[in-house]
């Protein structure tokens, strides 16, 4: 089976810097993605990463290494509308299809 | 593009009911996959469906059903509702292969 842990809040301040971490275990890593969801609406897409590595994509940054079993978010000069929760997501290699295995999610609240 | 669309965004049930929830993904997009969001589970895998074909499927009780049609437009059914069935549920759907998942704004079903 499969277990992800990530932190269940965090609070940064408008334009800092916030980590969200991410540990995993699995038994056939195939790919982490991380989502990020406002209240009430649907999860959006950020970053996907299957090989060892930092992939940037303007303020938001997305880590990975498989030998740990950790990845993290970093969210750079962090806005309002940061505030949201971000979900952390892994694809097992021996699951069929495009099964994904949801972390519990992080809270971030910006403040002024 | 259209995105992934769920039909109806509100319902509210009773215990004992049944409930049918309807998602179309977006054009071209042969999987389809289903979840609920708790506050206290986070995001839990339903099934996924491929070319109609129930390719995954997670843990839930034989309650929970869905289908695939040939355009691709999938339902969910829930029979014998209980009040912790209340929760929001979200489809997503994708192309295939190691891509990331496109979300609908999801149903919120509320079991009194």
């Known amino acids: 089976g499969q277990n992800i842990d990530q932190p269940t809040e965090m609070t940064a301040t408008e334009g800092a810097i916030v980590q969200i971490n991410c540990t995993y275990q699995t038994s056939g890593f195939n790919g982490l993605f991380w989502y990020q969801q406002h209240a009430g609406e649907a999860p959006t897409f950020l970053s996907y990463?299957?090989?060892?590595g930092l992939e940037e994509k303007g303020r938001f940054s997305s880590f990975l290494s498989r030998s740990k079993g950790y990845s993290y978010l970093l969210l750079k000069e962090l806005q309002m509308k940061d505030s949201a929760s971000y979900l952390c997501?892994?694809?097992?290699?021996?699951?069929?299809?495009?099964?994904?295995?949801f972390g519990g999610g992080t809270r971030v609240l910006v403040k002024p | 593009k259209a995105g992934v669309t769920q039909t109806p965004r509100y319902l509210i049930k009773t215990r004992g009911q049944q409930v049918t929830l309807s998602c179309s993904p977006i054009?071209?997009?042969?999987?389809v996959s289903w979840y609920q969001q708790t506050p206290g589970q986070g995001l839990q895998f339903l099934f996924e469906?491929?070319?109609?074909?129930?390719?995954n499927k997670g843990n839930f009780p034989g309650r929970f059903s869905g289908r695939q049609f040939s355009n691709s437009r999938s339902e969910m059914n829930v029979s014998t509702l209980e009040l912790g069935d209340s929760a929001l549920y979200l489809c997503a759907s994708r192309p295939d292969g190691n891509t990331e998942a496109f979300f609908g704004q999801g149903t919120r079903l509320t079991v009194v």
């Open positions: 469906y491929f070319s109609e074909t129930q390719r």
């Open positions: 990463n299957v090989l060892d």
């Open positions: 997501a892994v694809r097992d290699l021996k699951a069929a299809g495009n099964k994904l295995t």
């Open positions: 054009s071209g997009h042969r999987s």
